[in-house]
């Protein structure tokens, strides 16, 4: 079994945590193998470790391939949104012009159904292989920014829309320079159904709140950011009292986009 170290302070999108050995599954077997007592995770473009304690895994490079089916396009659940929306772009194809803008390994982006405005991943999602297993999109519940997807994603089908759409490419590319550019995970909180979470924090005057070097950006409250050599701790303190903050102002408890582990 395979093994790699890696230092989350540098690797995590948000720069939090420490260094930590992790395994590698090299097949579905061993990724099954490690799943019963081990956390899965991705590219870490959305996940606060927290606890040094936990033992972890990912997907190697077995897992990282784009195969044409003909109808279909099979994508292994390592692959990163970059790699799939170039090949989408260049098959003249539509529906993931997002992930031009969007970080993250495919399994990574189906587990959360990640998306931006109304397109989300599981739009285009023909089938995904869960537990060694293909089960149809109809089968699954993708709710907003999560899914009830338990265990191993080891690849998924998209279907094929003719026509990429520049425009989308352009738009989702011109939202993000509206956005912070320190280290985060994108949004902290998910919207509640009537508000966005950001307007809420900025209504609580939290938007520029600091612990540590941790705050709620500037730029956009709902923004965790990593001012340079943040902790995870005051992430999650930053975390629960914006929560009782909301909750207390509003009567609106925050959920959290963001996965602590
Ligand atoms: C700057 C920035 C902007 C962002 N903007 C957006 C946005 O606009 N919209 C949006 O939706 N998200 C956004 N995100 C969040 C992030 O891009 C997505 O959540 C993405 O899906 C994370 O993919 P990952 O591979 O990094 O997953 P990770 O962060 O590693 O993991 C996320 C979750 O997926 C699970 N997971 C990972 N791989 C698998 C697998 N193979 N099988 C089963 N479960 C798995 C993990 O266990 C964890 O629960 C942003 C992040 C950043 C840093």
């Known amino acids: 079994m395979l093994e790699r ?35 899965l995770i991705g590219k870490v473009n959305n996940i606060i470790l927290h606890s040094d ?16 089916l003909g109808d279909l396009v099979e994508i292994g659940a390592r692959s990163v949104s970059k790699k799939v929306f170039l090949y989408f772009k260049k098959n003249n194809l539509g529906g993931v012009e997002f992930l031009g803008s969007l970080p993250g390994t495919m399994g990574g982006i189906a587990k959360m159904n990640a998306g931006m405005k109304e397109y989300e991943i599981k739009n285009i999602i023909h089938s995904i292989c869960i537990n060694g ?27 094929k829309i003719d026509g990429f759409d520049s425009n989308l490419e352009n738009l989702f590319k011109a939202m993000r320079l509206n956005q912070p550019k ?3 995970c994108g949004s902290c909180f998910k919207n509640p159904p009537n508000i966005p979470a950001g307007k ?20 956009h409250a709902n923004f965790l950011i990593n001012l ?7 992430a999650i303190d930053l975390i629960n009292m914006a929560k009782s903050t909301i909750l207390k102002s509003h009567n609106i408890m925050l959920e959290c986009e963001v996965v602590i582990i």
Do not use: C
């Not at 302070?9 to 090299?26: E, F, P, R, V």
């Not at 899914?147 to 080891?154: A, E, K, M, R, T």
């Open 5 to 39: 170290q890696i230092d989350f302070a540098k690797y995590s999108s948000i720069k939090l945590g420490t260094k930590l050995n992790i395994k590698i599954a090299q097949d579905i077997d061993e990724a099954l193998n490690l799943a019963t007592n081990h956390y």
């Open 53 to 68: 304690g936990i033992r972890i895994f990912q997907l190697g490079s077995e897992f990282d391939y784009i195969k044409d």
């Open 133 to 159: 297993e293909w089960q149809n999109n109809e089968k699954i519940n993708f709710q907003y920014r999560n899914s009830n997807i338990n265990g191993v994603i080891s690849a998924l089908r998209l279907k």
């Open 182 to 184: 320190e280290p985060s």
């Open 200 to 219: 809420l924090l900025d209504l609580a005057g939290l938007k520029g709140h600091r612990i540590g070097n941790m705050a709620f950006s500037q730029k």
């Open 228 to 234: 340079g050599s943040g902790k995870s701790k005051d």
